[in-house]
């Protein structure tokens, strides 16, 4: 079945670090990637929308220049966490699709940042 | 905006006892309806959707409309059944609205 790669798994960095953070479809081209923020005992919350090609769609109260999202191929779209604070350790998820295909998203296991 | 409501975040049953996890949604749109399940320490992944009809590990799911809910069953609950089950809601440009979760137990 489809799979989701996301590098690296956990993360522990000092404070004002920037952290980049991968999400690769591994059997399958991905279009559009979601960035998913989920805090703990809490739900998933989408953060934003990664388009091949194009600029992400954040989410409502979501800091673009504090998220920095890159989708340069099909395959592959990145999340790098700028001047990281500990307010912004949490786990971070992608998931991928393809519209064209009508599948659902599939997501990748996830990356624990913690921010000293 | 769209919202899902998953009202229970705790559920524990017996095995062999029937199970329903619920979910409520508000949508403005004609709404597409997922469950997802994540075991421990795996990914999260698709259960099942409302547009399939099928049932997946006995579980099955009905969207009613009139009473906006989408609630999970399963008439005999087995151990390996214990995880954190999501339900979400698909809105425009595939986003997906998630609930809170509920987190199932079932006990031998």
């Known amino acids: 079945g489809a799979v989701v790669s996301q590098h690296p798994s956990r993360v522990i960095c000092k404070s004002g670090t920037s952290v980049k953070i991968e999400c690769r479809s591994l059997?399958?081209?991905?279009?559009?990637m979601f960035w998913y923020r989920q805090f703990p005992k809490q739900s998933l919350m989408l953060m934003a929308t990664?388009?091949?090609?194009?600029?992400?769609?954040?989410e409502q109260g979501v800091e673009k220049d504090k998220f920095l999202i890159n989708h340069a191929s099909l395959t592959l779209s990145t999340l790098t966490v700028t001047s990281a604070h500990p307010e912004d350790s949490s786990f971070y998820i992608c998931?991928?699709?393809?519209?064209?295909?009508?599948?659902?998203?599939?997501f990748g296991d996830g990356t624990r940042l913690s921010i000293l | 905006a769209q919202r899902v409501t998953q009202p229970e975040k705790l559920l524990s049953v017996f095995k062999g006892a029937p199970v329903e996890l619920k979910c409520n949604y508000s949508?403005?749109?004609?709404?597409?309806l997922f469950w997802y399940v994540q075991y421990s320490r795996q990914r999260l992944q698709l259960l099942l959707r409302?547009?399939s009809r099928e049932s997946i590990k006995g579980f099955t799911a009905d969207l009613n409309k009139g009473e906006t809910s989408f609630h999970l069953k399963k008439p005999f609950a087995q151990e390996e059944d214990s995880a954190m089950y999501y339900c979400?809601?698909?809105?425009?440009?595939?986003?997906?609205?998630f609930g809170e979760g509920t987190q199932l137990t079932v006990n031998p």
């Open positions: 998931s991928a699709s393809d519209p064209g295909s009508n599948q659902p998203q599939h």
């Open positions: 059997d399958f081209q991905a279009t559009t």
């Open positions: 990664s388009n091949e090609g194009s600029k992400a769609t954040y």
């Open positions: 949508y403005s749109g004609s709404p597409e």
């Open positions: 409302h547009i």
């Open positions: 979400a809601l698909e809105a425009s440009g595939s986003r997906l609205t």
